[in-house]
């Protein structure tokens, strides 16, 4: 792909995006430097964490990269390559994860961040910042780009003081890496915690990401969903996704996963669909195990509804929510599913 320039957002667009204070945890950290690789093209990502997050948090992504002088740019706040610099367009076009253009900037003014890059040039760039300070150094890499976040809120006691137990600080981050695994099934992804490998996807897709997340048995016991439907209102909506037999169950939804053209989201709505298209065949108080990504019309999902970009609005949401609905419940309900399900429990 190419590389498009960095600049500046103007004031204006500045003061429409729903911005704010975003790295509120070590997890949000990590988010944001999963939506920066995945911009970037990478299609391989490796997370690297110590501790609860705040010690170290690595990302390294073989994307794009940046040259030395869009580097420089990159840690400004609101500084983006993914809006235009004056646009009054509303944001309902952009299909980037990313577009704030503020989430190295407000990770650099909570902790120490070292960006290592190379945009395919014969020499790379260190750019570290420390306390404020950036010092810019040559560095040899391979193209693609390293973020190391260390010392996260280490003059921010207070937000220190409201993290949890390095463990369930990881369980946080590891589940934001299931959920991007998931929803980019093209994209390798690693993630390491304290030295050890806990997740691992071989970006050869949906069954393959969901070995990465559990385990073979519940990787096998599943049915892939393509669903193509087009919207009343106009345009095409796909539905893509996995799901596992009924007879794999969990004990709460949030092994229920959806994304809205490969971004994440947290939408009660479009999980509820896929509930609701199990009906029944999952019983009593118990969840299943899927994971489903819509992609409507362009146009048609607002990603600026939310600071941490978690939710979307989406213009067409009830026909959405009805064409997941019938996508899951279409296959699951098929003979040979019945059959291979009963048999294994
Ligand atoms: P945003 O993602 O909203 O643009 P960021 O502060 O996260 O804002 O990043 C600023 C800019 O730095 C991005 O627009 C992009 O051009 C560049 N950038 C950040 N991370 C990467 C990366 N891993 N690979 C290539 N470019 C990156
Ligand atoms: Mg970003």
Redesign the pocket.
């Known amino acids: 792909m190419d590389?498009?320039?960095?600049h500046r957002l103007d004031e204006a667009t500045v003061a429409r995006i729903a911005a704010g204070e975003v790295i509120t945890r070590p997890v949000r950290v990590v988010a944001?430097?999963l939506?920066?690789?995945l911009?970037?093209?990478?299609g391989r990502i490796e997370i690297t964490v110590d501790g609860d997050g705040t010690e170290r948090i690595r990302?390294a992504?073989d994307?794009?990269?940046?040259s030395r002088a869009?580097?420089e740019?990159?840690?400004?706040?609101?500084?983006?390559?993914?809006?235009p610099a004056e646009t009054a367009a509303d944001l309902t076009g952009v299909s980037?994860?990313?577009?704030?253009?503020?989430?190295?900037?407000?990770?650099a003014d909570c902790a120490t961040l070292e960006?290592v890059?190379n945009?395919g040039e014969a020499v790379g760039t260190k750019l570290r910042i420390e306390d404020g300070e950036v010092t810019v150094t040559n560095a040899g890499r391979a193209q693609?780009?390293?973020?190391t976040v260390t010392d996260l809120f280490a003059d921010r006691p207070a937000r220190r003081e409201s993290l949890a137990e390095a463990a369930a600080e990881f369980g946080r981050i590891s589940e934001l890496v299931a959920r991007y695994a998931l929803a980019r099934p093209a994209v390798r992804f690693s993630l390491t915690h304290n030295g050890t490998e806990t997740l691992s996807a071989s970006g050869s897709g949906l069954q393959d990401a969901l070995l990465g997340v559990y385990d073979a048995g519940t990787a096998s016991r599943s049915t892939t969903i393509h669903h193509e439907t087009s919207l009343a209102a106009g345009g095409d909506l796909s539905v893509d996704g996995i799901c596992c037999y009924p007879s794999v169950t969990r004990a709460t939804r949030e092994h229920v996963r959806v994304s809205v053209g490969g971004r994440p989201v947290t939408d009660t709505g479009l999980r509820q669909a896929v509930l609701s298209g199990y009906g029944s065949l999952v019983a009593g108080n118990r969840y299943p195990v899927a994971a489903i990504d819509v992609d409507p019309p362009a146009g048609t999902v607002d990603p600026n509804v939310h600071p941490a970009k978690e939710e979307v609005g989406l213009t067409a949401r009830e026909a959405i929510e009805t064409a997941v609905e019938r996508a899951v419940s279409e296959a699951l309900t098929t003979a040979d599913i019945r059959r291979t399900d009963a048999a294994a429990t």
């Open positions: 590389r498009p320039t960095i944001e430097l939506d920066n690789a911009d970037a093209g990478a990302v992504d994307g794009c990269g940046l869009d580097a740019r990159a840690v400004e706040r609101h500084a983006t390559s993914k809006l980037t994860l990313g577009f704030r253009g503020e989430a190295l900037a407000a990770i960006l890059t945009d693609g780009t390293t973020v």
